[in-house]
């Protein structure tokens, strides 16, 4: 009898909806904050409402959500030290991530479309060389590596046929205390990875923009990408810290005129590219957040003290900020959302 009924509850089991993200009231995006001693992931909706608000062991960079189930894995701020699967709708900690020997996660990840595998943005410790990490989403296994085709890999995106791009900085580190070993001889790239992990190309910046790390990514429905960049060279030159590239042409840089990009202090925090082409870039070190066409020609600068966040929503934009503001934006302005939040750190995840 007891046979019969574990047999029965396992068919009963099988009937059950699998929890979906709308169980957790359909977050727009997920970003990380502190609040007085805490860090936590928070689910938050387009309206700047907090859904979800789950504990983290330390500072959290970027977030990687899963596709149809409430999982978001949390990565820590880089050199990493915790990846954390977390279930949103409980709060649980399902799984706890380790890179393998002498590898470091390097904050940020990306699923599958299926939600099978989870790809992780790692490096070698000794050197930097990029990694991406492989797991099996069954129990989160890690069942294997691509290299990322440069140093220092950062952010990555999946593409609809299931390739990466991936922004390799191009800056080796110290593995203990982050200090920059080679500017004087970054090579920062843009690396297409075939979904079997073959790098299809690998664009490089010109030579006299080498010490342009290239950092963070946005994907256009079109197949574009566009990227944000932080300039480790001289804080007197004005260099284009947004490009956009197309996988099999050169990347094209877009730069704004000398005056706003001075605003920016040589340094891109977040990128994001909304339904209709429109591409927003932000510093927190200049208090600004820039733009775009779908061009890449400057379209607005909007200030705000230390503002980093940013996800696309629609033809515009969710901002946040330091000192826990949340906003919408596009060329016409900010427009404020909520207050009172945590100190938002530097990225919001979109979930769709």
């Known amino acids: ?81 915790f990846a954390l699967v977390l279930d949103c709708l409980d709060g649980s900690v399902r799984h706890r991530l380790s890179p393998s020997e002498g590898r470091q996660f390097n904050g940020h990840g990306v699923f599958s479309a299926d939600g099978r595998t989870l790809f992780t943005s790692e490096v ?37 046929d299931g390739s990466l791009i991936v922004a390799n900085g191009g ?38 923009l080498s010490r342009n790390s290239i950092r963070h990514l946005a994907l256009g429905r079109d197949g574009r990408v566009a990227f944000a960049m932080q300039w480790e060279g001289d804080p007197a030159e004005v260099v284009p810290l947004l490009g956009l590239w197309q996988p099999g042409q050169a990347p094209v840089l ?14 891109a925090g977040s990128i994001a590219m909304a339904a209709n082409g429109l591409i927003a870039i932000t510093s927190p070190r200049g208090g600004v957040v820039m733009i775009h066409d779908a061009d890449g020609a400057h379209l607005a600068t909007h200030a705000r003290a230390d503002i980093c966040g940013a996800a696309p929503d629609g033809d515009g934009f969710l901002l946040t900020d330091g000192s826990g503001v949340m906003w919408s934006g596009d060329q016409t302005g900010l427009r404020l959302l909520s207050k009172d939040g945590p100190a938002w750190d530097n990225h919001l995840v979109a979930l769709a």
């Not at 920062?188 to 979904?195: E, F, G, I, R, V």
């Open 171 to 208: 800056i080796a580190t110290d593995p203990t205390d982050r200090s920059k070993l080679n500017i004087d001889s970054m090579r920062p790239n843009l690396t297409h990875l075939t979904a079997d992990g073959h790098i299809a190309q690998l664009a490089e910046l010109p030579p006299e």
């Open 124 to 160: 070698v410790a000794e050197g930097s060389a990029g990694r991406i990490g492989i797991w099996d989403t069954d129990g989160f296994r890690r069942i294997g590596e691509w290299a990322s085709g440069g140093i220092g890999p950062h952010d990555l995106k999946r593409r609809d």
């Open 254 to 267: 877009c730069p704004p005129r000398p005056a706003e990009a001075m605003r920016m202090r040589g340094y």
């Open 1 to 81: 009898m007891a046979t019969r009924r574990s047999f029965l509850a396992g068919l009963a089991a099988l009937t059950l909806p699998m929890p979906s993200w709308a169980d957790v009231g359909a977050p727009a995006c997920l970003a990380a904050g502190k609040q007085g001693e805490r860090f936590v992931l928070h689910g938050l909706s387009a309206a700047g409402q907090s859904l979800f608000a789950i504990d983290l062991p330390g500072r959290g960079h970027a977030a990687a959500a899963h596709p149809q189930r409430p999982l978001a894995v949390a990565f820590a701020r880089r050199p990493g030290t």
